[in-house]
């Protein structure tokens, strides 16, 4: 997932659909999410860009190092000031929903279904030449393309997806971003993921205001497990940069995977604040007093930033804009601190 300083949003989900996935290298979901965020001003400019990528380029790959490869297709969430949309794939072909209101989740499968704003111009032929579709009736796209015998992962899928909406159903009408990370850290429904061989890896809650004077505020926990994680403000202004402590290390042309695979396990991506919050995680996952004490402080300096988020919205003891871009560096280190 991500955001620019346009306000633009996009967060992606692997899914899997009647249309064969390539194993060669191509560009992944976070490729196109990035490349996205990179060329859009609204949602509807990075609609267009992704579906240009999957025309010219197509997707899959494999998204990790590893010599058994874990290749997929995607869905996309897309939202900025004014308005937001669902854009599935399955290969170069797409389909696209714009939310005209209230609150909409993905979940690992096909959930657009007749209610299609756009889409790839042979989308429907394509189904109809493979037999998947009569050409009689609604075409629904979720039913058309999705596989009529799911893996395991699909299945589990759909819970997850009913439960999103559950969750958020429940808080219509007053969803804050406090809501959405509780939403997040929703470890019955499998939303917060540690189980089966997966782990949420990082996860993100934008405020995005309609009045174009107040900023867009992104809460990022940089760390894995949102439940034991902090979700930290991070807003583009003037002399934002990268926070030093959370960029992996990189090796370039001399990446040992590139040159010797076989060497992949001995390569530490981790970044700084990463290897911090994992000793700590250790110690929170035991309960002693040590890792409540830990926990209380992760939710100090979150309520910190919530509070933060409230001054900038209202107006009251807002610290000026051109002073924001340091926000979140602050942020990550007070957190490596409690690390400490």
Not at 6 to 24: D, M, Q, Y
Not at 112 to 118: L, T
Not at 162 to 188: F, H, N, P, Y
Not at 276 to 296: C, F, P, W, Y
Request: proline share 5%; hydrophobic share 40%.
């Amino acid at each position: 997932m991500g955001a620019n300083e346009h306000g633009v949003c996009i967060g992606n989900e692997a899914v899997w659909t009647k249309e064969p996935v390539g194993e060669g290298e191509a560009l992944l979901g976070m490729d196109l999410l990035r490349l996205a965020l990179e060329r859009s001003g609204t949602a509807q400019e990075a609609v267009h860009v992704i579906a240009g990528l999957l025309e010219r380029y197509g997707q899959g790959g494999s998204c990790r190092e590893d010599p058994v490869p874990f290749c997929y297709h995607n869905t996309f969430l897309l939202a900025d000031r004014t308005e937001a949309w669902v854009l599935e794939t399955a290969g170069r072909l797409w389909a696209a929903q714009r939310i005209q209101g209230g609150a909409r989740n993905i979940s690992n499968q096909l959930s657009i279904g007749i209610d299609i704003s756009a889409e790839h111009p042979e989308l429907r032929s394509h189904a109809k030449a493979q037999g998947w579709w009569t050409g009689q009736g609604a075409f629904d796209f979720a039913e058309v393309f999705s596989l009529t015998q799911q893996p395991v992962r699909m299945e589990a899928a759909k819970a997850r997806f009913r439960a999103g909406c559950e969750l958020l159903q429940q808080r219509q009408g007053s969803i804050t971003a406090e809501v959405m990370m509780g939403v997040l850290r929703d470890k019955e429904s499998g939303i917060c993921m540690d189980s089966g061989g997966f782990r949420t890896t990082a996860s993100m809650v934008s405020v995005l205001p309609q009045d174009p004077t107040k900023p867009c505020v992104h809460f990022l926990t940089a760390t894995p497990d949102p439940s034991r994680s902090v979700f930290k403000p991070f807003i583009f202004g003037v002399g934002v940069s990268q926070a030093p402590q959370v960029l992996s290390p990189t090796f370039g042309a001399q990446d040992p995977v590139r040159i010797l695979p076989r060497f992949q396990s001995q390569v530490d991506r981790r970044h700084l604040l990463y290897r911090g919050h994992q000793a700590a995680l250790r110690l929170m996952e035991d309960e002693q007093e040590q890792g409540q004490q830990l926990r209380r402080k992760q939710q100090d300096l979150e309520r910190e930033g919530l509070e933060a988020l409230g001054r900038l919205l209202t107006g009251k003891q807002a610290p000026p804009l051109q002073g924001l871009g340091s926000l979140f560096q602050a942020f990550v280190e007070k957190e490596c601190e409690v690390y400490a």
